[in-house]
């Protein structure tokens, strides 16, 4: 089965920072680009950081640019996020998901669609 779990959501204060982490199964990460996404309530979801290991490219959100990034395991198939500097407004569901190969900005806009997507964690950002 294919198959992306998420895991390392939680509450934090301003500020603070978490680390995200994403696992697959039945598929490896190294053929596919690979990326975070996140919804808050009312809100569309966002693409924030999306990578691509054969194209060695990796994309970021203006939202999010300098305060997240995203990193590899090759070995261990999971891919994470950190998230430093967090805001309030950074509060939402966060998904990873997996595309098709050398389709960064295209997954992370939305303009293609994901090939799996994980069951989301939830970011709660707040004093």
């Known amino acids: 089965q294919v198959q992306l779990v998420e895991s390392g959501g939680g509450l934090v204060q301003p500020g603070g920072s978490l680390r995200l982490s994403c696992t697959a199964s039945?598929?490896?990460?190294?053929?596919?680009?690979i990326g975070w996404f996140r919804q808050a309530p009312g809100k569309e979801r966002e693409g924030l950081t999306c990578?691509?290991?054969?194209?060695?490219?990796?994309y970021y959100a203006d939202s999010v640019k300098g305060r997240f990034t995203i990193s590899r395991d090759g070995a261990e198939n999971t891919v994470w996020l950190q998230m430093n500097s967090l805001k309030p407004d950074d509060t939402a569901v966060y998904y990873c998901?997996?595309?098709?190969?050398?389709?960064?900005?295209?997954?992370?806009?939305?303009?293609?669609?994901?090939?799996?997507w994980g069951q989301g964690t939830q970011v709660t950002v707040s004093s």
């Open positions: 039945g598929f490896s990460l190294d053929y596919a680009t």
């Open positions: 998901a997996a595309g098709p190969p050398r389709k960064v900005e295209p997954l992370c806009h939305g303009a293609i669609r994901a090939r799996a």
């Open positions: 990578f691509s290991s054969r194209d060695d490219i990796t």
